[in-house]
């Protein structure tokens, strides 16, 4: 039992668990997204994710009257970040993990709501329309976007503000059969299902689908999957002295990363839209 306490203890709990402190947060609530990097940020991997954030609410005019909801909210830098920038008022998040939420809910001093669930189970936590904004902080990909915004939606007010980041074909998926073998098992292994991606035609498509306008999408391409990878080869690779799971798991991150974008096939999007 001692051995199999101690080798479970080598793995991560979760298959979305990230050792935040390798990439350079040692906050008590750290960051876990790959990162908006810019001239600005340098080598601050905080700084790349707040960023990130921070982009995403602006493109949804996040203010403090808004009452939102954070989708994804990994563990919890984001719920600081929405009180101390934007002064929200009504917070309310949805995590996954369980060991997340619990960390969570002994470290930040404050009341707001956080619920361990998918956020594909909106409906159930919230039988009513109640949140005039969802932001889901570079995690929506993991599930088949129709259903995240079928559970999505019904929790939105009228007019209500949607922000996320998902992958998209560039063009279309790889026609060559070989290529299509590879992708779908680089992509499984970020838990991305290959059939679940689209082109922007076919996510706007989508969106409308489900009674949104004003749709806008922005390629991060660039700024995220070659910042995130061009930070962990160039800054890290020397810096961490313990090679384990925990760093497997962000080195191999930033390796399809890379590959994602030096390939061209695949692009990391910020998507924007309000509810008809």
């Known amino acids: 039992m001692k051995w199999q306490q101690a080798f479970r203890s080598y793995f991560p709990k979760h298959k ?21 990097w810019s001239d600005a940020v340098g080598d601050d991997y905080p700084a790349a994710c707040q960023n990130l954030a921070a982009h995403l609410a602006a493109a949804v005019y996040l203010n403090s009257k808004d009452r939102l909801l954070d989708l994804g ?20 998040a949805v995590e996954l993990q369980a060991a997340c939420v619990q960390h969570i809910r002994e470290n930040l001093n404050s009341n707001l709501q956080i619920h361990h669930a998918s956020f594909l189970n909106l409906k159930t936590i919230f039988p009513q329309p109640c949140f005039d904004v969802v932001l889901c902080i570079d995690a929506a990909y993991h599930s088949h976007l ?21 992958l998209i074909w560039a063009d279309q998926a790889p026609a060559h059969l070989l290529k299509q073998v590879q992708y779908r098992a680089l992509l499984k292994a970020a838990d991305v299902h290959f ?3 689209m082109s922007e035609t076919q996510l706007c498509s989508l969106l409308q689908q489900h009674h949104f306008q004003q749709i806008q999408i922005e390629d991060l391409s ?23 799971v925990d760093w497997f798991k962000i080195a191999m991150t930033a390796r399809l990363c890379a590959k994602l974008y030096a390939d061209g096939w695949v692009k990391y999007v910020q998507v924007s839209a309000v509810k008809d």
Do not use: K
Request: proline share 1%; net charge negative.
């Open 73 to 92: 909210c990994g563990q919890g830098a984001s719920l600081i970040y929405w009180q101390e920038h934007y002064q929200i008022q009504y917070l309310e």
């Open 146 to 166: 129709n259903s995240f915004l079928d559970q999505v939606s019904a929790v939105l007010n009228s007019n209500g503000r949607l922000g996320f980041h998902c």
């Open 222 to 244: 660039t700024q995220v999957l070659a910042g995130f990878a061009d930070y962990v080869n160039q800054h890290l690779q020397h810096q961490i002295q313990t090679r384990d």
């Open 16 to 36: 979305y668990a990230i050792q935040a402190a390798y990439l350079g947060d040692n906050a008590r609530l750290p960051w876990s997204n790959l990162g908006y």
């Open 195 to 197: 059939d679940d991606l």
